[in-house]
T-cell receptor, first 114, second 114 residues
Framework: NAGVTQTPKFQVLKTGQSMTLQCAQD?????MSWYRQDPGMGLRLIHY???????DQGEVPNGYNVSRSTTEDFPLRLLSAAPSQTSVYFC?????????????FGQGTRLTVV | SQKIEQNSEALNIQEGKTATLTCNYT??????LQWYRQDPGRGPVFLLL?????KEKRKERLKVTFDTTLKQSLFHITASQPADSATYLC?????????????FGQGTTLQVKP
């Protein structure tokens, strides 16, 4: 199984440009999430989805949009990139479970906004 | 607001010793707590999950404790090896079972010296 696949692995954007970070999972997981990771800040939740057609905001949603049209895909859109969005972005997926289930992460996208 | 604290200072230990990492949380009543390992340039990888009714969980050289009174989890690696060097993240899990919105601590970096 491929697990969680993120593309691209690296990206450089100019301020004001837009782009979409792709995330796909082949485990039929209902839950998918986007995190950003900055030095000393740990993983911060941007947006998450509990199923196709359902999304919600996390801790740091400003400047990012998401949609979930299929179970497999959960793209993250930057409408107008800013230097503050320079970060490493991780996508994760998991199954529902009140007693807890593990999250599977992609390899990350390293984004630099100049 | 919910707060998760891990020791931000790196933990340096000698090979063969036991490493102990701490995760404290406030304004939160998690149903379970997860621990992840993250290597440089990679996404986090799930290690262990402990539920609120479990005091201790073991997996090979790993041991996790969960004290809901102290609001603390301890993560132990016995007989540590240089290959255990990584950043370790804790993530208390919500009672809703929505692992799509896991909130992570900032992580503690462990360095095991030969």
């Amino acid at each position: 199984n491929a697990g969680v696949t993120q593309t691209p692995k690296f990206q450089v954007l100019k301020t004001g440009q837009s782009m979409t970070l792709q995330c796909a999972q082949d485990m039929n997981h209902e839950y998918m999430s986007w995190y950003r990771q900055d030095p000393g800040m740990g993983l911060r939740l941007i947006h998450y989805s509990v199923g196709a057609g359902i999304t919600d905001q996390g801790e740091v949603p400003n400047g990012y949009n998401v949609s979930r049209s299929t179970t497999e895909d959960f793209p993250l859109r930057l409408l107008s990139a800013a230097p503050s969005q320079t970060s490493v972005y991780f996508c994760a997926s998991s199954s529902p479970g009140s007693s807890g289930t593990e999250a599977f992460f992609g390899q990350g996208t390293r984004l630099t906004v100049v | 607001s919910q707060k998760i604290e891990q020791n931000s200072e790196a933990l340096n230990i000698q090979e063969g010793k036991t490493a102990t990492l701490t995760c404290n949380y406030t304004n939160y009543s998690p149903a379970y707590l997860q621990w992840y390992r993250q290597d440089p340039g990679r996404g986090p990888v799930f290690l262990l999950l402990i539920r609120e009714n479990e005091k201790e969980k073991r997996k090979e050289r790993l041991k996790v404790t969960f004290d809901t009174t102290l609001k603390q989890s301890l993560f132990h690696i016995t007989a540590s090896q240089p290959a255990d060097s990584a950043t370790y993240l804790c993530a208390p899990g919500p009672r809703s079972g929505n692992t799509g919105k896991l909130i992570f601590g900032q992580g503690t970096t462990l360095q095991v010296k030969p």
